[in-house]
């Protein structure tokens, strides 16, 4: 390994100098006032022996960082080996991070409900204006696969309607911006026929033509920044996590469906899409329920993940197998995403279904539920939303959005989370809990109890306070970076340092963790979301 | 605790007002708020937070403060020649001890807390927590006779200057306590350096010295234990012939450690029944509050760590090159001497102002234990050097985070 110092430049050099004269310059004076039994030959070697000595360590102590960061640079490129034409299968161990243990699991039980309504959000797409242009009058009658509404921004990009039915009107929020786009479902779903072109003659341009027209663009999404794909730009690989690891997460393999078919079709499109390569993250931990669905895909390069919660995140992966560098624009796609994606090839439709995972410990019967894209949660637990004390959630306890009056499951989820509202005072809850919650704080002996599992409420557990606490954040963050000076570097705006410490490569479910652990309740996922908006704005 | 919640909510001052500040941290401290978390990003959060990280600090401290303010009337009774086994007089120790850390500790909270307050209602802020370990290790590292002034005064300085100035709580760039200490090592020197400040109650350590003693002793206390009929405070009592308040410290500056264990034995030093500030001297107490703060990775063991290894490191150099009799002290007995400990555990792994990446901690904790250990050999006004290198190294801190998030960006800039 090379030695170079470049670490401690020449600002440290003069600072360590000026410390130095000051250290110097004390010693003298305190010498002067005391008897006068040490000889001023004594005194001089003495400060000699001190500059000499801070002299080594600055100079060791870079040498070190230097080895240390060399020495951890290993990690970023790893080489895989190929045997027999078939890739071996790269397991990747995470030390980092943490699984939340919470009751309310999600039974093994499947029912299939066709709500009455379903909906598109735009807020669900983190670069389109607030107010897209609506295509369909209300009233107007749509099949699914038909466009509802266009961004202005990109006005070939469509986004289609997950069911066929009646249009039946937007619902406007803050600033008049279009918050849901709602139709009216038929009993029987009519498909739009779609038209695919042949995937082995047609090149790219068409393929991406026909995925912005009908409405298989936004099912990928872009980093850096988590957003809809540009228009223009290949993507350098393409991600799929075929695993969740968050809290209550359910099965992949219940949702998957069986659809073999579709999810090989849609790798396949994926191919067309990439020059690079489509790599594919696989469970790795020990009782891995591993169904042939998903480990007997051609075309895709495998990884296994194994370690605790946010392994299964597609971001921790892209960042373990070949991370985002600045230009770099990488694809991401969820296995539902990717059946609709492939029947839109092997069926010709838009096939929307969703396999959903009702959760959690206020849900009065957590199963798994088999519906539509955008649909109305209400009819589906409506006993959850009667109750003011309760919060159902579309998506997981550490990343989703809470659902109420808009009450229609968001476009990236597969998980409904119910649990109580936690407003409640409580005496000394601080000092003598009087109910167990989850906690990676040592100060509970939680930590000796590894397998317990914990009932929980909204309760924020105390108010938000400034930085100060450290190291926490790197615990539960299997990325090389340093968290809290991240974080600090977004709150002062402070390009360099985001870009440097991975603004490109983190998205908001990836630091859900160190929000959820961070001892002073500060917004982490809505500080690095305006760092996001704030470099996308920027560039 | 309905009722009390209720009848607590009804006398809530108007908003706004210095009276609400108030009411708000006494109303927190005493309900965990019902706040609940936002309708995006995490839904549940961790029961941690800063009120509950601060307490545990404090809660480490207790044998500390236990043993403090016991040997500060074990000390005063060994000058005196009378109870001079460990746990006679026990109760007129204790009761002597109180007389002297409670002053200290309840001014250090009135004038420390009040300019929280004060600033927390400038500011519009909820109160913060951060002043609940400051406040508690303030008196802990004071000789026990500091006049209560020089207290406020530095308490004042520290809090106002080296706190609310950087913008409270989290902000800090030295150490609070510390800085408090250093106000008064700077402005007032002869009250807490020397052999004379160590023991308290006495005007001149210096043999035939009469005893002073306050209204508590001669007449609350003594009322008291004569009630009891148990022994009381002799206010003629004088200090007996051939005894020094010197610390081991300084007698090894004099003389090497053979002058150290003429008067102290090592056991003695280890348990920490020796004169010093009041709660550095028993080393297995603080180390047990240091397993505490390990295992509830409330300190971080990094900085203990390293900071040990440094101090070892640089006495053993001095072991080679042994120039002085001080240099010459073995370095294991330079540990049982002084405030090390005390300092490494409580001071050094301050979260705000030490270092705050993983590695930069190692080097923070080990640069500490070199020039801590640099200046209380080398240094001859005042033979202990853990503050200054604390307050030194937590100006550097910064500068080594900077520099080890820089490599990690370089890392990732170069290879773009």
Known sequence: ?539 | MNKLLKFIKKIEPKKGTINHTLYDGLFTFLFTPNDTTTPEGVHIRDRIDLKRTMVMVVLALQLCYLFGTYNIGHQHFQALGIHTGFFNGFHLKLAYGLTKLLPLFIWTHVVGLGIEFYFAWKKGHPIEEGFLVSGALIPLIMPPDLPIWMLCLAVAFAVFLGKEAFGGTGMNIWNVALLARAFVFFAYPTTISGDQVWIAGFENILPGAQVEYGWWQTSFFNTLFEWFGWAQFDPSATIIDGFTGATPLALAYEGGWDKVTEIYSSSQMFWGTIPGSIGETSKPLIILGALMLIITKIGSWRIMVSGLFGAIVMSMLFNLWGATPFMNVPWQDQLLMGSFWFAIVYMATDPVTAAGTNFGKLIYGFLIGMIGMIVRIINPAYPEGWMLAILFMNTMAPLMDHYIVESNMKKRLKSA
Request: glycine share 8%; aromatic share 10%; hydrophobic share 35%.
């Open chain 1, 1 to 539: 390994m090379k030695m170079r110092r470049t670490i401690f430049p020449s600002n440290w050099s003069s600072i360590s100098i000026a410390t130095m004269l000051a250290v110097l310059i004390s010693t003298q004076t305190g010498y002067s006032q005391s008897s006068a039994d040490n000889d001023m030959v004594t005194i001089g070697l003495l400060l000699i022996l001190i500059v000499l000595i801070i002299g080594a360590v600055a100079v060791a102590s870079s040498n070190v960082i230097q080895i240390a960061v060399q020495s951890k640079q290993t990690n970023y490129h790893k080489d895989y080996s190929e045997e027999d034409g078939l890739p071996s299968r790269q397991v990747h161990q995470l030390k980092k991070g943490m699984d939340i243990l919470l009751k309310g699991a999600s039974k093994n039980k499947f029912t299939e409900v066709h709500t009455s309504r379903y909906a598109l959000q735009p807020f669900n797409f983190h670069n389109i204006a607030p107010i897209p242009k609506v295509v369909v009058e209300d009233g107007g009658e749509v099949l699914a696969g038909d466009p509802l509404f266009y961004d202005k921004q990109h006005p070939d990009v469509f986004f289609v309607s997950p069911v066929s039915g009646e249009m039946a009107g937007i619902v406007r929020g803050a600033k008049r911006a279009v918050n849901q786009v709602i139709v009216l479902a038929d009993r029987e779903i009519k498909y739009k026929k779609l038209n695919s072109p042949d995937l082995k003659s047609s090149d790219r341009l068409t393929i991406r033509e026909f995925l912005k027209k009908n409405g298989g663009w936004p099912l990928f999404r872009q980093r850096p920044f988590n957003i809809l794909p540009d228009n223009e730009g290949d993507p350098r690989d393409i991600f799929i996590s075929t695993f969740d690891t968050a809290p209550l997460a359910g099965a992949m393999s219940a949702k998957i469906d069986g659809r073999y078919e579709a999810i090989q079709k849609g790798v396949e499109v994926l191919h067309k899409l990439t020059d690079g390569k489509v790599y594919m993250g696989i469970d790795g931990r020990k009782d891995a329920e591993l169904p042939r669905e998903l480990t007997e895909i051609n075309g895709v390069e495998y990884h296994a993940f194994d370690g605790p919660h946010p392994c299964g995140n597609v971001g921790v992966q892209i960042h373990h197998i070949d991370y985002i560098k600045k230009g770099d624009i990488v694809w991401t796609i969820g296995v539902q995403e990717l059946i609709t994606l492939g029947n839109m090839f092997l069926l010709d439709i838009y096939d929307a279904q969703r396999v959903i995972n009702i959760s959690g410990n206020a849900a009065h019967d957590p199963h798994y539920v088999k519906t539509y894209l955008g649909a109305d949660l209400s009819e589906i637990v409506p006993e959850s939303f009667d109750d003011p004390g309760i919060r159902v959630i579309s998506g997981h306890v550490l990343h989703g959005n809470k659902k109420g009056e808009n009450p229609f499951l968001d476009f990236y989820t597969q998980q409904v989370t119910i649990i109580p509202e936690g407003d409640q005072y409580e005496m000394f809850g601080w000092l003598v809990p009087q109910s167990m919650r989850p906690s990676a704080s040592h100060t509970y002996p939680n930590f000796l109890f590894k397998d317990m599992k914990y009932n929980v409420d909204t309760n924020k557990h105390g108010e938000k306070r400034a930085f100060v606490m450290t190291g926490q954040y790197e615990e539960v963050l299997p990325v090389d970076t340093y968290p809290q000076q991240f974080f600090k570097g977004i709150v002062t705006q402070d390009i360099d340092r985001m870009e440097g410490l991975g603004i490109y490569e983190l998205v908001e479910e990836d630091v859900a963790l160190c929000e959820f652990v961070c001892t002073s309740k500060q917004p982490l996922q809505r500080i690095l979301r305006e760092g996001l908006d704030y470099m996308q704005y920027e560039a």
